[in-house]
């Protein structure tokens, strides 16, 4: 059935979720942006509408990408179709101070200005529940430095395009430990010539091959910090 045959505000809750989950897919955003509309006015929490009809719909956009059945250019669709309806959760979200999976600084290093990959890495993100402060591209250790002073993130991504920026990550994270705050963050890296072995060398946490994997190893970081921290306490 075509889009332009469904009246959303004519669809129970369960369809009309449904339904956004397909908008997100398709990167359909004026069509997600009247859905989180129409489920504000049911009464819906801000909460319940990001985590179930938009995280969810971007959880099966990521599953889809990461086993490539969906490309970049699609996947950019959909992470701008989600950002379009949380722009209007936003401000709701901050309003009622609903949990979140946790906070990241993200940045390409410095001497790189590619941003295509962190900017899907940052929407994913967002899309999965986390606050993402974007530092944007060409970043030195001092903007990281300041970036986690101020936002006291959990996580620390790092991205790198260049083989000859590559090495910065690791003046990243052996400024972190001198300055003792190493262990006080999850530091994931990504980029089109990294791999594992790198991550390991350059004292990463993680090397994540795609946005998709980015999402689920911060999850699963933040879930075993989490643990750390509770069986510690």
């Known amino acids: 059935m075509a889009d332009d045959d469904i009246i959303l505000d004519q669809l129970s ?18 069509e ?14 801000p909460y319940d509408t990001l985590t179930k009809a938009l995280v969810e719909g971007m959880r099966i956009v990521g599953e889809d990408f990461r086993d490539g059945i969906l490309f970049v250019p699609e996947v950019l669709l959909s992470a701008n ?21 946790g906070k990241m600084v ?13 900017n899907l890495v940052g929407m994913m993100m ?4 986390f606050e993402v402060i974007d530092l944007g591209i060409n970043n030195p250790v001092e903007k990281y430095l300041a970036a986690i002073e101020e936002h006291k993130p959990d996580i620390l991504g790092m991205s790198a395009l260049l083989t000859t920026t590559m090495p910065y990550m690791k003046v990243v994270v052996d400024t972190l ?9 999850i530091v994931m890296v990504g980029g089109a010539p990294l791999n594992d072995e ?9 090397y994540c091959r795609d946005a998709a994997v980015a999402v689920e190893t911060a999850r699963e ?3 075993r910090k989490h643990n750390s921290l509770g069986a510690r306490s």
């Open 81 to 101: 179709a989600m950002k379009a309806g949380m722009f209007i959760l936003r401000p709701l979200l901050a309003e009622t101070g609903a949990p979140k999976l």
């Open 32 to 45: 997600v942006v009247e859905g989180v509309n129409i489920l504000l006015g049911r009464k819906w929490t």
């Open 177 to 185: 430990k001198q300055k003792g705050i190493r262990d006080e963050l």
């Open 106 to 118: 993200v940045g390409t290093v410095k001497g790189d200005i590619h941003d295509i990959g962190k």
């Open 221 to 223: 970081l933040i879930r």
């Open 198 to 206: 790198f991550g390991k060398a350059v004292g990463a946490d993680a």
């Open 13 to 30: 809750d369960t369809a009309l979720v449904k339904q956004m989950h397909d908008d997100l897919y398709d990167g359909l955003k004026d």
């Open 126 to 129: 967002e899309g999965a529940g």
